[in-house]
């Protein structure tokens, strides 16, 4: 069983930083893209930022040059960086990770999600 497990999220002032951490245990051969998405209440949950396997990266505009993200394929992991926050960045955070089990699909999983709170 597959699981991807968050962690760092909390309650920080406007203009502070905060480090999410997420990692990925289970039987899998292989994680191919991991992001990050965020959801506020009656919202849709959105791309925050995400990395391919080679380390690409792609974010949302809303948060380039202010978040980033990161991975550590040895420990399974992947991480965002999020500086300079602000109120609007208050949501729920959730892990994403496509992972391979050898054949040619690949399994879309989520973590639990972490809230994140800016205060003004």
């Known amino acids: 069983q597959v699981q991807l497990v968050e962690s760092g999220g909390g309650l920080v002032q406007a203009g502070e930083s905060l480090r999410l951490s997420c990692a990925a245990s289970?039987?899998?051969?292989?994680?191919?893209?991991m992001g990050w998405y965020r959801q506020t209440p009656g919202k849709q949950r959105e791309l925050v930022a995400a990395i391919t396997s080679g380390s690409d990266t792609t974010y949302a505009d809303s948060v380039k040059g202010r978040f980033t993200i990161s991975r550590d394929n040895a420990k399974n992991m992947v991480y965002l960086q999020m500086n300079s926050l602000k109120p609007e960045d208050t949501a729920v955070y959730y892990c994403n990770a496509h992972l391979s089990d050898g054949s040619a699909y690949l399994y879309d999983y989520w973590g639990q999600g972490t809230q994140v709170t800016v205060s003004s």
């Open positions: 289970g039987s899998f051969f292989s994680i191919n893209a």
